[in-house]
């Protein structure tokens, strides 16, 4: 099976009732191929001049597709913009900058294709369960893609105060996406560590730069220097272990209660987690009211099942709940609250055809709706891996 032949295959539109009441934040709708969501806006403010706390959106949208977002620009110029891969088109005015908050669903229209007959037949009968009974809903890969060869948490070291370690991962761990100059830079890293001044005259990719110029000028002070990682991009290193953490809380969650046969383990990432096939009537409802917290020494769960559960999650990756915490930079922290243990698609449709990519194979399209935060791709994993791995179903991306 193949998904995301072509970025049109992936299609997502944002789904709100944001209030352009008039104010100082520009409105626009961005529409982007082929980009995720931080490339596309880069481009937007370096064609604009515009400072980056000025702009303000609701979610990361898939780098591999056609997606649409809000986004509001304090100061932001009353017009559209073209760009390579990027089409921005004004709106209007607001009072308030848009936020995840203001997003009530996300819209998808899914194509997989290149699919035996049977490999359709099983997804049909998939998508059957999955609307009566529903799909965890675990955080998919996107959400860890800081995660490196190594296999650790930026944030983890972060959270034990091993800055130097912290900023390794973040600079110098290869990453499978990396590119030609990435990974020349990389090795160049891993090569000079700690040999600031050499490695400043090599490297020129801002996010690193930036690091590396602050270490040139205070050599061994890592902790400072982690001031110099852009704070949005902190803000994805914690979300990467914050997700894992909950991951791994909801699997142990399934699997404590959902008898064997009816389990099946699908690769997220490099982890494995635990899916459903169906649930009694009794664990359904269960399942419904279920909400499991984010992670963090912020968790206001200290006691209990639940709370051992984090523990638990914690201690593989030799952290105790009461170190998910940072303590600088200070504007750098954990989410709080709590994510729903299950997700029910809604309006969830699909059409069959031939392939017209692969010939003599078959398409699937699927449409439906999904609330905030709720990811696409794990539906996609639920009706195609009920077999084996990731990398045993013949899942391609």
Not at 39 to 51: G, H, M, N, T, Y
Not at 54 to 80: C, E, F, M, N
Not at 200 to 209: E, G, I, Q, S
Not at 290 to 305: D, F, I, Y
Request: include cysteine.
């Amino acid at each position: 099976m193949k998904l995301k032949q072509q970025p049109e295959d992936f299609v997502v539109e944002e789904v709100t009732q944001f209030p352009l009441d008039g104010g100082p934040f520009a409105t626009y709708v961005l529409t982007k191929r082929s980009l995720g969501t931080p490339e596309a806006l880069d481009k937007v403010r370096k064609q604009w001049k515009i400072p980056l706390h000025a702009v303000s959106y609701g979610g990361l949208k898939d780098r591999h597709a056609v997606t649409t977002q809000w986004v509001t620009i304090r100061g932001g110029p009353p017009r559209d913009l073209q760009l390579n891969g990027v089409r921005l088109e004004y709106r209007g005015q607001a009072s308030r900058a848009f936020t995840s908050d203001d997003i009530l669903a996300n819209r998808f229209r899914i194509v997989l294709r290149d699919l035996a007959p049977q490999e359709l037949q099983a997804a049909i009968a998939a998508l059957d369960e999955v609307k009566q009974w529903g799909l965890p809903n675990y955080f998919d890969k996107q959400r860890f893609g800081s995660v490196g060869w190594s296999g650790d948490f930026v944030a983890r070291a972060w959270c034990l105060g091993d800055y130097e370690r912290a900023l390794w991962l973040a600079l110098a761990d290869p990453h499978d996406s990396d590119r030609a100059a990435d990974k020349k830079e990389k090795q160049f890293l891993r090569e000079h560590w700690g040999d600031w001044a050499e490695c400043k005259k090599v490297v020129r990719n801002r996010f690193r730069r930036a690091v590396v110029a602050q270490l040139a000028d205070q050599p061994g002070q890592y902790r400072r220097a982690m001031a110099a990682v852009r704070r949005d991009q902190r803000a994805l290193y914690l979300a990467a272990l914050q997700s894992y953490l909950w991951n791994a809380m909801a699997s142990e969650w399934i699997r404590q209660r959902v008898p064997p046969e009816d389990c099946f383990e699908v690769v997220i990432a490099r982890w494995t987690f635990t899916f459903y096939r169906r649930l009694n009537a009794q664990l359904l409802n269960e399942f419904r009211e279920t909400q499991l917290p984010l992670p963090s020494a912020r968790c206001g769960v200290k006691t209990g099942p639940v709370r051992e559960l984090m523990e638990r999650a914690a201690a593989e990756l030799g952290l105790e709940v009461r170190q998910l915490r940072i303590k600088y930079p200070r504007d750098s922290f954990f989410s709080k609250g709590d994510r729903p243990l299950v997700f029910f698609p809604r309006e969830l449709a699909h059409q069959t055809g031939d392939d017209e990519l692969n010939p003599g194979k078959q398409q699937l399209t699927l449409s439906f709706e999904l609330p905030r935060g709720s990811y696409a791709t794990i539906l996609v994993k639920r009706i195609t891996e009920d077999r084996s791995s990731e990398e045993g179903s013949g899942l391609e991306e």
